[in-house]
Nanobody, 123 residues
Framework: VQLVESGGGLVQSGGSLRLSCAAS???????????MRWYRQAPGKQREMVAS???????SYAASVKGRFAISRDNAKKMVYLQMNNLKTEDTAVYYC???????????????WGQGTQVTVSP
């Protein structure tokens, strides 16, 4: 499964961005998608989970973003979103989309990652 993120960019502290992630399958059809997550990795730091959403829509967040970020999904469109509000300089990182499993016409697929989208928050 291919995951393509979009929506990153440069924003001032206190601003907002909305990230999108689209799932697709070359030469096939995706029937179902499982849990989806957003991770981020800042320079010199380990990759960390930011937000997660189950197939049924239950969400969870890292403590550092709770109350500022919101994850959502559209199962029909095979997409997940991350609305980021009140951004801080420490949110600067490459943000990655992750899908734990998918049911496809070519069989099940597990642990798919996107290429990442850069989010930079200036003071």
């Amino acid at each position: 499964v291919q995951l393509v993120e979009s929506g990153g960019g440069l924003v001032q502290s206190g601003g907002s961005l909305r990230l999108s992630c689209a799932a697709s399958l070359s030469s096939g059809v995706i029937f179902t998608i499982g849990d989806m997550r957003w991770y981020r990795q800042a320079p010199g730091k380990q990759r960390e989970m930011v937000a997660s959403i189950t197939q049924g829509g239950d969400s969870s967040y890292a403590a550092s973003v709770k109350g500022r970020f919101a994850i959502s999904r559209d199962n029909a469109k095979k997409m997940v979103y991350l609305q980021m509000n009140n951004l801080k300089t420490e949110d600067t990182a490459v943000y990655y989309c992750y899908l734990d499993r998918a049911g496809t016409s070519r069989g099940p697929r597990y642990e798919s990652w996107g290429q990442g989208t850069q989010v930079t928050v200036s003071p």
